[in-house]
Protein backbone atom coordinates (compact mmCIF):
# COMPACT_ATOMS: atom_id res chain seq x y z
CA UNK A 1 0.00 0.00 0.00
CA UNK A 2 1.50 3.57 -1.11
CA UNK A 3 -0.42 6.34 0.56
CA UNK A 4 0.49 9.88 -1.65
CA UNK A 5 0.18 13.06 -0.32
CA UNK A 6 0.27 16.29 -3.13
CA UNK A 7 0.96 20.10 -1.29
CA UNK A 8 1.98 23.41 -3.24
CA UNK A 9 -0.88 24.14 -5.28
CA UNK A 10 -2.53 27.78 -5.01
CA UNK A 11 -2.95 30.74 -7.35
CA UNK A 12 -0.66 32.14 -9.62
CA UNK A 13 -1.08 35.01 -12.17
CA UNK A 14 -0.53 33.70 -15.94
CA UNK A 15 2.73 33.48 -16.40
CA UNK A 16 4.03 32.59 -13.13
CA UNK A 17 5.32 29.41 -10.94
CA UNK A 18 4.32 26.98 -8.70
CA UNK A 19 6.45 23.84 -7.49
CA UNK A 20 4.39 20.65 -6.01
CA UNK A 21 5.44 18.13 -4.12
CA UNK A 22 4.16 14.55 -3.54
CA UNK A 23 5.40 12.70 -0.48
CA UNK A 24 5.19 9.27 -0.46
CA UNK A 25 4.71 6.72 2.74
CA UNK A 26 6.17 3.52 0.83
CA UNK A 27 9.27 1.88 1.75
CA UNK A 28 9.72 0.58 -1.55
CA UNK A 29 8.86 4.24 -3.32
CA UNK A 30 12.20 3.61 -5.50
CA UNK A 31 9.97 0.53 -6.96
CA UNK A 32 7.10 2.63 -8.62
CA UNK A 33 7.38 4.91 -11.98
CA UNK A 34 5.76 8.03 -10.58
CA UNK A 35 3.24 9.59 -12.23
CA UNK A 36 1.46 13.85 -11.93
CA UNK A 37 -2.12 13.87 -14.01
CA UNK A 38 -4.52 16.53 -13.60
CA UNK A 39 -8.38 17.47 -13.50
CA UNK A 40 -9.81 19.88 -14.55
CA UNK A 41 -13.74 20.65 -14.01
CA UNK A 42 -15.73 18.77 -16.63
CA UNK A 43 -13.13 17.41 -18.08
CA UNK A 44 -11.34 13.69 -17.80
CA UNK A 45 -8.34 13.19 -15.64
CA UNK A 46 -5.41 13.35 -18.05
CA UNK A 47 -1.23 12.87 -17.70
CA UNK A 48 1.14 15.57 -17.42
CA UNK A 49 4.15 13.91 -16.46
CA UNK A 50 6.03 10.84 -15.55
CA UNK A 51 9.26 9.65 -14.18
CA UNK A 52 11.16 6.37 -14.59
CA UNK A 53 12.41 4.27 -10.55
CA UNK A 54 15.25 5.63 -11.09
CA UNK A 55 14.72 9.34 -11.94
CA UNK A 56 17.02 9.05 -14.90
CA UNK A 57 14.18 9.43 -17.10
CA UNK A 58 11.15 11.83 -17.66
CA UNK A 59 8.33 12.09 -20.38
CA UNK A 60 5.79 14.64 -20.43
CA UNK A 61 1.88 15.72 -22.28
CA UNK A 62 2.48 18.12 -25.29
CA UNK A 63 0.39 20.51 -23.56
CA UNK A 64 3.22 20.65 -21.02
CA UNK A 65 6.84 20.15 -22.63
CA UNK A 66 9.22 23.12 -22.43
CA UNK A 67 7.24 24.24 -19.06
CA UNK A 68 7.19 21.57 -16.63
CA UNK A 69 9.64 19.56 -15.47
CA UNK A 70 9.14 16.35 -13.12
CA UNK A 71 12.27 15.07 -10.74
CA UNK A 72 12.40 12.94 -7.51
CA UNK A 73 14.03 12.18 -4.64
CA UNK A 74 14.27 8.69 -3.81
CA UNK A 75 15.91 9.56 -0.53
CA UNK A 76 13.21 11.36 0.68
CA UNK A 77 10.23 9.08 -1.13
CA UNK A 78 9.03 12.39 -2.79
CA UNK A 79 8.40 13.77 -6.52
CA UNK A 80 8.23 17.25 -7.88
CA UNK A 81 6.33 19.14 -9.81
CA UNK A 82 7.69 22.40 -11.10
CA UNK A 83 5.41 24.33 -13.21
CA UNK A 84 6.56 27.39 -15.11
CA UNK A 85 4.85 30.23 -17.83
CA UNK A 86 1.61 28.98 -16.17
CA UNK A 87 -1.75 29.32 -18.58
CA UNK A 88 -4.99 29.37 -17.51
CA UNK A 89 -5.45 26.10 -19.38
CA UNK A 90 -3.32 24.76 -16.85
CA UNK A 91 -5.77 25.35 -14.16
CA UNK A 92 -7.28 21.53 -12.17
CA UNK A 93 -6.81 19.59 -9.64
CA UNK A 94 -3.15 18.03 -9.78
CA UNK A 95 -3.21 14.58 -9.00
CA UNK A 96 0.44 12.07 -8.16
CA UNK A 97 -0.05 8.84 -8.61
CA UNK A 98 2.01 5.35 -7.95
CA UNK A 99 2.35 2.58 -11.20
CA UNK A 100 4.34 -0.53 -11.15
CA UNK A 101 4.44 -0.09 -14.80
CA UNK A 102 7.21 1.11 -17.20
CA UNK A 103 6.00 4.53 -18.91
CA UNK A 104 2.49 4.66 -18.19
CA UNK A 105 0.16 7.36 -19.43
CA UNK A 106 -3.03 5.93 -18.72
CA UNK A 107 -4.99 6.37 -15.68
CA UNK A 108 -6.00 2.68 -15.31
CA UNK A 109 -2.07 1.92 -15.01
CA UNK A 110 -1.27 3.96 -12.17
CA UNK A 111 -2.54 2.02 -8.88
CA UNK A 112 -2.49 5.01 -5.79
CA UNK A 113 -3.56 8.31 -6.05
CA UNK A 114 -3.31 11.26 -4.06
CA UNK A 115 -5.89 13.60 -2.74
CA UNK A 116 -4.61 16.09 -5.26
CA UNK A 117 -3.91 19.61 -5.04
CA UNK A 118 -5.89 22.67 -6.74
CA UNK A 119 -3.53 25.05 -9.00
CA UNK A 120 -5.55 28.04 -10.68
CA UNK A 121 -4.04 30.06 -12.59
CA UNK A 122 -5.80 33.57 -13.52
CA UNK A 123 -5.62 35.70 -16.61
Known amino acids: QVQLVESGGGLVQTGGSLSLSCAAS????????MGWFRQAPGKEREFVAG????????YYADSVKGRFTISRDNAKNTVYLQMNSLIPEDTAVYYC????????????????WGQGTQVTVSS
Open 97 to 112: AASISTWPRSVGAYAY
Open 26 to 33: ARTFSSYT
Open 51 to 58: ISRSGGSA
